[in-house]
């Protein structure tokens, strides 16, 4: 119940294409939802994160769509570059934690000039 | 821009042997976390600390596993007797908060390779 299941493992996408990384939980208590971005050599780094009051949110590029009821959250990478080549987490936290935060698998997102 | 950083980059060990992996959070936080990353495998949390003691474990941190907080800025991940399994990638984080400012930072992490 406290997994977090990441898909695809891997994801190939063109220069100017869109990525898209999705995650589903079944943990109702979670109540927070980062997105993590790790390039080789480099700790993880928060990218963009969302809460279940809202649908959507978007920063640049990047946006997270939430479905709660499907208990379902999505990365879009609107015209991804080769700079956005990296591995890329969802993770899952609830609030009533010490700062736990559960990751999913792991995506490495690699896009072609 | 501040970092958490972590010492040091890669520890190679016999079986049996005790190891101190270092890390420096952010001056200003105060919460400390320590995660786990096996070869291939997902982020895994180990422990939460705060006020100078265990928020939160996992069941992965069991009784060879210990942290502490030796100054006003390190934080120690201390294994007592590593085993082969405990070879890993281990990240400290730091969090100015929990909850709605939880943003929680990495450092590079430790390559900890048990022989």
């Known amino acids: 119940q406290q997994q977090v299941k990441q898909s695809p493992q891997s994801l190939i996408v063109q220069k100017g294409g869109i990525s898209i990384i999705n995650c589903a939980y079944e943990n109702t208590a979670f109540d927070y939802f980062p997105w993590y971005q790790q390039f080789p050599g480099k700790g993880p780094a928060l990218l963009i994160a969302i809460r279940p009051d809202v649908s959507e949110k978007k920063e640049g590029r990047f946006t997270i769509s939430f479905n709660k009821s499907a208990k379902q959250f999505s990365l879009h990478i609107m015209d991804s570059q080769p700079g956005d080549s990296a591995t890329y987490f969802c993770?899952?936290?609830?609030?009533?934690?010490?700062?736990?935060?559960?990751f999913g698998q792991g995506t490495i997102l690699t896009v072609h000039p | 821009e501040p970092e958490v950083t972590q010492t040091p980059s890669h520890q190679v060990t016999q079986m049996g042997q005790e190891v101190i992996l270092r890390c420096v959070p952010i001056?200003?936080?105060?919460?400390f976390y320590w995660y786990r990353q096996i070869l291939g495998q997902k982020v895994e949390f180990l422990v939460s600390f705060y006020n100078n003691e265990i928020s939160e474990k996992s069941e992965i941190f069991d009784d060879q596993f210990s942290v502490e907080r030796p100054d006003g800025s390190n934080f120690t991940l201390k294994i007592r007797s590593t085993k082969l399994e405990d070879s890993a990638m281990y990240f400290c984080?730091?969090?100015?908060?929990?909850?709605?400012?939880?943003?929680?930072?990495f450092g590079a992490g430790t390559r900890l390779s048990v022989l």
């Open positions: 993770a899952a936290e609830d609030s009533t934690s010490y700062g736990k935060l559960t």
């Open positions: 984080a730091s969090s100015e908060d929990r909850g709605a400012k939880n943003i929680q930072y």
């Open positions: 001056s200003n936080h105060l919460y």
